[in-house]
């Protein structure tokens, strides 16, 4: 796999593909400031379809914004979720007079993120719901019982068929039942030849020259099984329809295919195949599909739908559309309608389909960045402290956090994407131009400085990471100003105490992690729970060490890294877990200043 690249580093480059992305369609219009590629014609008649997920994967999501299909997309940085505030522009870009449905694949950040800004935007009146998108087969139905099945490109399908039926003027209720059959209705396996290499990113972990990954996730993660000596394209189609057609099989038998129902065949390409092999994959999937399975797909579908970069790897999705149609109120022939529509996106071609009549000014596509609105404290519900010291402890806990950034990306590239240690610094880099630009901190106001992190993970940090902060930070900010009057009455420590168990509280709604799971919550919770039993701050900081340390000997049950093989070896210590270590690493920060 090659490491070189036209543009070396990510450094501005996903909004300027995103301008590149609205170019070829009029239609669209792009808000550079929150990456979202919306339609700027979307009919408020209809439900408005909104997907998105991280940057890599292009056309995916940006590429199907358009007629009959998406309404709007958001994207975040590289493999990592947008962020709560990007997806609620999004959504707002598009309004509708029946709803919104915000389709996406299932992963923890995109969860968390996404799920938020549903909540919110019911929360405003406006109809609302989330569909989770999951059709990999790899990881088995006992693997992943807690998280369920990962996303992979069978989601576009989904898109697809649901922009069509949406343009037609299905209600809300109508598209959710319908996509959820019809998602439950996809196996889905890729393999790689290789990882794909991230622009600026001295990680790589490539695969040696015999072998070849089956089960990988399109965000660089390790496969589910390494196979040495690498099969021959004949002997890998066979392994991947049996995991994916084969009903015996406990684990993998998620779709019930009978004779004579109705499929579709997708194939993408991860964006580092070559299009003579991928219509040779093409050509013996078929065959042995109809050899091997008697199944003889009524659509094919081939190409970059849903890329990983310039990974050498690919995808196989059959969709039983017979069964979707059993499972909802659409027919066989409507869905296969649905699929032939036709559309103005990158689904028809690299090109796109284009029915506008006059291309517009780029000026009038590219939305202005919105003015930032300062958020006014009330000093009756603000801690205050002294600004001096303020200041001293976020340079400490920023700088300490950013000079941890190479291990915590190594060790993040070791068990998923490795964006954490980014993810991180770029937070702590955005609090100290904070500090600089609008003295946050020259008041000594501990709510004004929590208000600005809100912004700062809303707005710049995606992931799981930035999901589980950004409702962790709210929540801190939100109990502290309740319950100021413990100040007073028994003093501050209590006031942290409180403030510290009531935003764990709030976060254990939105993710099931608990200590032991290998997540940022094995620092978080001990920290918490130190303080609010009244130990010392140094005392509760010390339980956070503890906690991230015991990492390094558990295995992972929650996020991505349950995907990989990483750590099925009881006995073998890994890497600390880098959300955990991050968290850690800025609680020291903040005590070295004291």
Same mark, same amino acid.
């Given at each position: 796999?090659?490491?070189?690249?036209?543009?070396? /580093?990510?450094?501005?480059?996903?909004?300027?593909?995103?301008?590149?992305?609205?170019? /070829?369609?009029?239609?669209?219009?792009?808000?550079?400031?929150?990456?979202?590629?919306?339609?700027?014609?979307?009919?408020?008649?209809?439900?408005?379809?909104?997907?998105?997920?991280?940057?890599?994967?292009?056309?995916?999501?940006?590429?199907?914004?358009?007629?009959?299909?998406?309404?709007?997309?958001?994207?975040?940085?590289?493999?990592?979720?947008? /962020?709560?505030?990007?997806?609620?522009?999004?959504?707002?870009? &598009?309004?509708?007079?029946?709803?919104?449905?915000?389709?996406?694949?299932?992963?923890?950040?995109?969860?968390?993120?996404?799920?938020?800004?549903?909540?919110?935007?019911? #929360?405003?009146?406006?109809?609302?719901?989330?569909?989770?998108?999951?059709?990999?087969?790899?990881?088995?139905?006992?693997?992943?019982?807690?998280?369920?099945?990962?996303?992979?490109?069978?989601?576009?399908?989904?898109?697809?068929?649901?922009?069509?039926?949406?343009?037609?003027?299905? @209600?809300?209720?109508?598209?959710?039942?319908?996509?959820?059959?019809?998602?439950?209705?996809?196996?889905?396996?890729?393999?790689?030849?290789?990882?794909?290499?991230?622009?600026?990113?001295?990680?790589?972990?490539?695969?040696?020259?015999?072998?070849?990954?089956?089960?990988?996730?399109?965000?660089?993660?390790?496969?589910?099984?390494?196979?040495?000596?690498?099969?021959?394209?004949?002997?890998?189609?066979?392994?991947?329809?049996?995991?994916?057609?084969?009903?015996?099989?406990?684990?993998?038998?998620?779709?019930?295919?009978?004779?004579?129902?109705?499929?579709?065949?997708?194939?993408?390409?991860?964006?580092?195949?070559?299009?003579?092999?991928?219509?040779?994959?093409?050509?013996?999937?078929?065959?042995?599909?109809?050899?091997?399975?008697?199944?003889?797909?009524?659509?094919?579908?081939?190409?970059?739908?849903?890329?990983?970069?310039?990974?050498?790897?690919?995808?196989?999705?059959?969709?039983?559309?017979?069964?979707?149609?059993?499972?909802?109120?659409?027919?066989?022939?409507?869905?296969?309608?649905?699929?032939?529509?036709?559309?103005? @996106?990158?689904?028809?071609?690299?090109?796109?389909?284009?029915?506008?009549?006059?291309?517009?000014?780029?000026?009038?596509?590219?939305?202005?960045?919105?003015?930032?609105?300062?958020?006014?404290?009330?000093?009756?519900?603000?801690?205050?402290?002294?600004?001096?010291?303020?200041?001293?402890?976020?340079?400490?806990?920023?700088?300490?956090?950013?000079?941890?950034?190479?291990?915590?990306?190594?060790?993040?590239?070791?068990?998923?994407?490795?964006?954490?240690?980014?993810?991180?610094?770029?937070?702590?880099?955005?609090?100290?131009?904070?500090?600089?630009?609008?003295?946050?901190?020259?008041?000594?106001?501990?709510?004004? &400085?929590?208000?600005?992190?809100?912004?700062?993970?809303?707005?710049?940090?995606?992931?799981?990471?930035?999901?589980?902060?950004?409702?962790?930070?709210?929540?801190?900010?939100?109990?502290?100003?309740?319950?100021?009057?413990?100040?007073?009455?028994?003093?501050?420590?209590?006031?942290?105490?409180?403030?510290?168990?009531?935003?764990?509280?709030?976060?254990?709604?939105?993710?099931?992690?608990?200590?032991?799971?290998?997540?940022?919550?094995? @620092?978080?919770?001990?920290?918490?729970?130190?303080?609010?039993?009244?130990?010392?701050?140094?005392?509760?900081?010390?339980?956070?060490?503890? =906690?991230?340390?015991?990492?390094?000997?558990?295995?992972?049950?929650?996020?991505? #890294?349950?995907?990989?093989?990483?750590?099925?070896?009881?006995?073998?210590?890994?890497?600390?877990?880098?959300?955990?270590? =991050?968290?850690?690493?800025?609680?020291?920060?903040?005590?070295?200043?004291?």
């Amino acid at each position: 796999m090659s490491t070189r690249h036209l543009f070396p /580093s990510l450094d501005g480059l996903v909004p300027k593909a995103l301008r590149g992305i609205v170019a /070829s369609n009029p239609r669209l219009n792009l808000d550079e400031a929150n990456k979202v590629v919306y339609d700027s014609q979307a009919p408020r008649s209809n439900v408005s379809i909104v997907s998105g997920g991280g940057s890599g994967h292009e056309p995916a999501w940006a590429g199907y914004v358009g007629t009959n299909f998406l309404a709007a997309a958001v994207m975040g940085d590289v493999f990592a979720s947008p /962020s709560t505030k990007q997806i609620l522009a999004a959504v707002e870009a &598009v309004p509708s007079d029946k709803g919104t449905l915000l389709v996406i694949t299932n992963y923890t950040g995109d969860c968390l993120h996404f799920g938020l800004a549903a909540e919110k935007t019911k #929360a405003k009146g406006n109809p609302c719901k989330m569909l989770i998108c999951g059709d990999d087969v790899s990881i088995g139905k006992k693997g992943g019982s807690l998280v369920g099945r990962r996303g992979l490109a069978g989601q576009i399908g989904v898109l697809k068929v649901l922009g069509a039926a949406a343009a037609q003027g299905a @209600t809300l209720d109508e598209l959710d039942d319908f996509g959820s059959a019809f998602a439950n209705s996809i196996v889905s396996i890729s393999a790689t030849l290789d990882h794909c290499h991230v622009p600026g990113r001295t990680e790589h972990g490539a695969l040696a020259e015999d072998e070849l990954e089956l089960g990988t996730g399109p965000h660089n993660e390790p496969g589910y099984w390494k196979l040495s000596p690498a099969p021959s394209a004949e002997g890998l189609v066979h392994q991947i329809l049996k995991y994916c057609l084969d009903e015996t099989d406990p684990e993998r038998g998620y779709v019930k295919f009978s004779p004579g129902d109705e499929t579709v065949l997708l194939v993408s390409n991860f964006g580092g195949m070559s299009n003579l092999e991928l219509g040779g994959l093409v050509d013996e999937i078929l065959q042995q599909l109809l050899k091997d399975w008697n199944i003889e797909p009524v659509r094919v579908y081939s190409g970059c739908l849903e890329t990983s970069l310039n990974a050498p790897a690919f995808s196989v999705s059959v969709i039983n559309i017979t069964a979707a149609a059993a499972n909802s109120t659409y027919t066989v022939d409507q869905i296969k309608g649905f699929f032939d529509t036709r559309t103005d @996106t990158a689904w028809e071609a690299v090109a796109g389909y284009q029915s506008y009549p006059q291309r517009r000014k780029r000026s009038e596509q590219v939305v202005p960045p919105p003015k930032e609105i300062r958020r006014t404290v009330d000093d009756s519900t603000d801690l205050k402290i002294d600004p001096a010291l303020l200041e001293s402890m976020i340079k400490s806990a920023c700088n300490a956090v950013s000079a941890a950034e190479p291990d915590l990306t190594k060790w993040d590239t070791v068990m998923g994407d490795g964006d954490c240690g980014l993810t991180l610094q770029t937070g702590a880099n955005a609090l100290l131009d904070a500090l600089k630009t609008k003295q946050v901190a020259a008041n000594g106001s501990v709510v004004e &400085v929590l208000n600005e992190l809100e912004d700062i993970v809303e707005g710049k940090m995606g992931g799981t990471l930035g999901g589980i902060l950004g409702i962790f930070f709210v929540a801190l900010r939100t109990a502290l100003q309740e319950n100021m009057g413990l100040a007073k009455e028994v003093g501050v420590p209590a006031l942290w105490g409180k403030a510290l168990s009531t935003a764990i509280s709030h976060l254990r709604q939105y993710t099931p992690a608990k200590v032991g799971d290998r997540t940022v919550m094995d @620092t978080l919770i001990p920290f918490a729970m130190a303080m609010e039993e009244g130990q010392s701050f140094e005392q509760s900081v010390a339980a956070a060490v503890k =906690g991230s340390e015991g990492t390094k000997k558990l295995k992972p049950k929650l996020g991505r #890294a349950t995907y990989v093989g990483v750590g099925a070896d009881d006995n073998k210590e890994l890497p600390p877990d880098p959300g955990a270590w =991050g968290a850690m690493v800025g609680l020291q920060g903040l005590l070295s200043a004291l």
